[in-house]
């Protein structure tokens, strides 16, 4: 049996987890540079907020409810997301983690799920606050469409025999359902097929003719043939890009080249976490394609480096290079980003013949410059090219503090 964990509307529930104040009024959560929303507790979604609404579209309505308003702040949710798996993970015997708000675990052979699983959502929610919804059932779909069904009573659903199964299928929402995108709703839509009752009835031929081998699996899974495996790991990463809007826009090389080494430093981190090292980096610079009164300009270049590397050094230099390269006065920059492609794992070094290498001393560097910012916060040793002023940077009105990642704003019981 598989069982799928998901936290409820997580970085609301983050949220609120250090201003139990919130508790029952409406919040949402807005993107990068505060555009859109991208979490609501439940009480925002009764104001009539939907996914995705740009947060100028609807600062009415955000202002008649009086809803509270934070902005995405990814550090805290990556920490609070992190106690959410750990705690998970003592109860299953494989965990997989599938999201930073959700995992599927695997019960093996366990019997008795009506006691267990309540017992699992309640240790999470009383360890860690977050409230979390669980679903159980014989494949991971089914597990998806049970924690779903979950959500709406009481928090766990265990879809364990043929009849449970056929009973949650018959009227659960063929658009809700897990692997049906907006393409293939359009199409089931014009079939009359509504519920996913009504799909698994259809042939299993149809569904290869018609959704490929992942539409026959869920054909499978559907029917409770297990056909996503538990250790169907994603494929590898093949790259790693670091990519923002910019809070104004950008006229000027040098505050270019500020942004783009702080999008560099954070890709050669990413790689370095990832133990991998890139072959080729690209640039791209993006105008605002929306403002039809400014001359529009997306520039791109990919720099092949002769030796593949992580450290932010080069990534930092070759990315500033090409940034300079790139960049056309006149024009106004709204966004730009960097993208490491060509990976190779970290230990898999190819030297070149004809090109200095310096047995790894800027690596050991940027390892060192690492762990001087996991101990003391991000940003606390970076490269100078990123500049002090940031005018640029994203814009977060309403962020909250870091709580759990700052040790200035760790809460303090008075």
Not at 100 to 128: C, H, Y
Request: glycine share 6%.
């Amino acid at each position: 049996m598989f069982a799928l964990c998901d936290c409820n509307n997580f970085y609301a529930s983050a949220e609120r987890l250090f201003d139990p104040a919130l508790n029952g009024k409406p919040v949402v959560v807005l993107s990068n540079n505060d555009g859109c929303v991208i979490a609501r507790s439940e009480e925002a979604k009764q104001c009539g907020i939907k996914m995705g609404d740009p947060e100028f579209l609807i600062r009415d309505i955000l202002k008649k409810h009086h809803v509270n308003i934070f902005s995405s702040n990814y550090v805290l949710y990556g920490d609070i997301s992190e106690r959410v798996m750990k705690n998970l993970a003592r109860w299953f015997p494989r965990l997989d983690v599938y999201s930073i708000d959700e995992a599927f675990g695997w019960l093996g052979g366990v019997q008795d799920l009506q006691t267990l699983i309540p017992k699992i959502r309640a240790s999470v929610v009383m360890n860690t606050g977050i409230p979390v919804s669980i679903g159980v059932a014989p494949t991971k779909t089914l597990a998806k469409l049970a924690n779903k069904i979950a959500k709406k009573s009481g928090g766990t659903m265990i879809l364990d025999t043929p009849e449970a199964i056929t009973k949650a299928v018959a009227t659960f929402p063929v658009e809700d359902l897990w692997g049906v995108g907006r393409q293939y709703y359009k199409k089931l839509e014009s079939l009359g097929i509504e519920t996913v009752g009504q799909l698994r009835e259809l042939p299993e031929m149809w569904f290869k003719q018609h959704m490929t081998i992942q539409g026959q699996r869920m054909w499978n899974e559907l029917w409770g043939r297990a056909a996503i495996p538990f250790d169907n790991m994603p494929e590898t990463t093949k790259c790693i890009s670091v990519s923002r809007s910019f809070r104004n826009y950008i006229e000027d090389p040098t505050v270019l080249c500020e942004a783009v080494t702080l999008y560099a430093s954070r890709a050669a981190e990413k790689l370095r976490r990832a133990g991998l090292r890139c072959l080729y980096l690209q640039v791209f610079l993006y105008t605002n394609e929306h403002r039809e009164d400014h001359p529009q300009h997306y520039p791109s270049h990919t720099h092949k480096l002769a030796i593949a590397s992580n450290n932010t050094h080069d990534i930092v230099k070759i990315a500033n290079t090409v940034a300079r390269a790139l960049f056309m006065h006149g024009m106004k920059y709204r966004k730009a980003g960097v993208v490491a492609t060509g990976l190779v794992h970290e230990q898999e070094l190819q030297l070149h013949l004809f090109k200095p290498h310096d047995g790894g001393k800027l690596d050991l560097l940027s390892e060192a410059i690492d762990r001087v910012n996991l101990a003391y916060g991000r940003g606390t040793l970076r490269m100078a090219s990123e500049g002090y002023v940031k005018s640029w940077r994203l814009k977060h009105e309403f962020l909250s503090k870091g709580y759990t990642t700052r040790w200035h704003e760790i809460i303090k019981a008075v």
